[in-house]
Structure formats: structure tokens, C-alpha cells
């Protein structure tokens, strides 16, 4: 059963905060302190509201320097807008400090490294960062970040990322502020000095990244959305994402970029209701919620499958020695293919269901 809760409680979100803003900022005791939902809603106690999915402290990342270009500013500025618009943070990084694409890495790691030395219990440490490449603007801001972050259950996924037909795309992802990614972080920044012989063809950082993710330490923490819900393209004859999406990124395009990007940037800031829809008359609630309910259901039934094998394997016996050596086989290959969905392709929501009832009907095989 899918549980219901995630979309109800965000639509309560959507249709009881404003009045609860104007009654907190009128309490005396709340005061001035915060007219920010992402910081006020984590400390109320009103049990109906109290939303561990959607009181996510966030920070956009991102960085723009060099010769001054007008359309990644006015591209960040929507970036801006709507950070603003959800209480999140947004910083931007203004100066080489580093070497080309190789600066993304090395300032995320700063950030995680800055935020995991506060205090966790003081309330000033962000949860998540959200990396937007400049060239990607915000087609609509009525979007909320929290739907795309995994439920607190999934405490181990760490890198919320897309691929594209070539793999990783790092122009935009989620990151959680953990020790994890300065791990990986540090290994994608190492990764050149430690393998000098592997071409790392024009992007470097992204193919470092994802041969790093690729290792058998980190891939069990990231999952990858579908892509056009956080990273839609804007390809040379159209852009490839629907009404009410999210966002538009220009990767690729070489000299068509400055065109394509005006047009849509004059778009948003002269008429951002064109592409405004609000989140619940998109189809982002129920198919993030399914997305992460499927993602649950498919690492729930590999760990469990591990314990019960570690478990037979230290009574010395074969793993479930009541059944039939067919029927071990085909739960161990059950998993295995659910294992594979699940690392390279869960945004594929048919086939990683095909799999997850395949293995239950392997399990209840007798
Ligand atoms: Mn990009």
C-alpha cells in the first residue's frame, strides 16, 4: 500500500501556510524570529503539522565568476526567486578557486565540511544541498525540493541525482550534508592524481564523479530520478520536459545556448504564469511519492534477503535450507536483477516494479 501521508501532509503544507505564517509572525513568542517555513516548521509541535518530509533545511549551490555574463546571472537570479520563495538557502561561488570544472566539487566540499562542523542540534545546519549548474534556470517555482529528497526511512541514500544517454549528468543534484559526501567528494577530487592514465574526456569532474559513484563503496547510496522531473533539457529543436516542470537546463548546445537561453529567461520574467502550475496540479506528488515507495520496497527486500542469508550463514547452514536448491536460485537471481534496477535504473518505475514482483513471487514460490 502506498502510504498517503507524504502528499497529504505537503498538501496541508501548501494550503495551511500562509495563514499559519501570519499567526506565527503575529505570535509574540515567534516574533520576528522567522517568517521562513523551512525554519519555523521543524520546532512546532502541532503533531497533524508536523512534517519531517518537508521541513528540510536546503541550500542551493552553485557558482558563477569570470568575465560577466548576463544570462547566467539572470539564470541564478531564478534560482534566487525561488529559494527565496521556499525558505532555502542559495549560495554562489564568485572566484576560481580552483581549476575549471574542478571548482564544483572543491566548493561543495567546503560547504559540507563548513556545515557538518555546526552543531546538529542547534538548528543551523543545512540537511541537503542542491547543486544547480548556471545554466539552468527555474520554469516553475511553485515546485517544492522536498518532494524529491528520500523519506526519512532512507536514511542511507545519500546522492540524489540524473542520467542522461551518457551517463551521470551532475548540471543538477541533491547531496546530504554527511560524512559520506566528503568522501566522495575528496575521492572525485583525487581521482586524477590517483588514475593519470584515464581520460576523463571535457567534463571532468562529472566522469570522475561517476566512475567514483560507480565503485562498489558509494552505489548503494545514490538513487536517480527521472530525469526531466529535476534536470529537463532544452535540446537544439525543443525542450524536452512538459508543462509544470520544474526546470530548464542548456547542456550541449554550443553557440545556440545564448539564444535558447534568452528565450526562455524572457519567458519566466515576463510572463512566469506561463509556466507556473502548482505542485498538486502537477504530477509530481504521486509519482515522487510511488518513486520513493518503489525505491523502499526494493532495498527492504534486498537487506532483508542479506540478513536472512548472514543469518543462515552463521548457523553454518545453506541459506534457507528448508527449500528447494530452485528455489534459493531463483530468489538469489531475483535479487540480483532487483539489485541491478535498482542501482542503475530505478527512475524506469515499470521495470523496477516487474522486479519487485518477480522476486515476490519467487519468494512465495514453495
Ligand atoms: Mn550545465
Known amino acids: 500500500m502506498i502510504a498517503p501521508s507524504r502528499r497529504l501532509r505537503l498538501l496541508t503544507l501548501l494550503t495551511l501556510s500562509p495563514l499559519l505564517l501570519v499567526l506565527l509572525y503575529l505570535n509574540p513568542l515567534y516574533g520576528r524570529q522567522s517568517t521562513n517555513p523551512g525554519e519555523w516548521l521543524p520546532h512546532r509541535k502541532t503533531a497533524s503539522l508536523s512534517l519531517p518530509s518537508t521541513s528540510r533545511q536546503i541550500t542551493k549551490v552553485s557558482m558563477l565568476y569570470g568575465k560577466k555574463n548576463s544570462l547566467y546571472e539572470r539564470a541564478l537570479q531564478s534560482h534566487r526567486r525561488h529559494a527565496e520563495r521556499w525558505g532555502y538557502g542559495m549560495e554562489v561561488l564568485r572566484s576560481d578557486i580552483s581549476e575549471g570544472f574542478w571548482n564544483k566539487p572543491a566548493y561543495l566540499l567546503e560547504i559540507v565540511i563548513r556545515e557538518l562542523s555546526k552543531g546538529y542540534a542547534d538548528g543551523e545546519r543545512v540537511e541537503w544541498l542542491m547543486w544547480v549548474d548556471a545554466d539552468s534556470a527555474v520554469l516553475n517555482p511553485a515546485i517544492p525540493l522536498e518532494i524529491f529528497l528520500p523519506p526519512n526511512d532512507l536514511g542511507d541514500i545519500h546522492l540524489v541525482a540524473t542520467k542522461d544517454h551518457k551517463g551521470l549528468n551532475t548540471g543538477i543534484f541533491f547531496l546530504r550534508v554527511h560524512p559520506w559526501a566528503i568522501n566522495l567528494l575528496a575521492e572525485t577530487l583525487a581521482f586524477p592524481a590517483y588514475n593519470p592514465s584515464i581520460d576523463l574526456d571535457i567534463q571532468v569532474d562529472q566522469s570522475a564523479m561517476e566512475r567514483v559513484l560507480n565503485g562498489s563503496r558509494y552505489r548503494d547510496h545514490v538513487t536517480y ?78 537487506d532483508e534477503y542479506a540478513k536472512v542469508k548472514a543469518e543462515a550463514a552463521r548457523k553454518g547452514a545453506s541459506p534457507l535450507s528448508t527449500s528447494s536448491r530452485e528455489r534459493e536460485e531463483g530468489m538469489e537471481k531475483a535479487v540480483e536483477e532487483l539489485r541491478k534496477v535498482l542501482r542503475e535504473a530505478p527512475f524506469e518505475a515499470q521495470l523496477l516494479q516487474q522486479r519487485i514482483e518477480d522476486w515476490n513471487v519467487v519468494s512465495k514460490m514453495e
Open 225 to 302: 530520478l527521472p530525469r526531466t522531473w529535476i534536470n529537463a533539457y532544452e535540446w537544439a529543436h525543443a525542450y524536452e520536459g512538459e508543462h509544470g516542470n520544474y526546470l530548464v537546463h542548456f547542456p550541449g548546445l554550443g553557440k545556440q545556448r545564448w539564444p535558447h537561453m534568452e528565450r526562455w529567461l524572457d519567458i519566466i520574467e515576463r510572463t512566469p504564469e506561463r509556466w507556473e502550475v502548482p505542485v498538486d496540479q502537477t504530477g509530481y506528488l504521486v509519482d515522487t511519492e510511488a518513486f520513493w515507495y518503489r525505491v523502499g520496497k526494493a532495498k527492504g527486500i534486498i
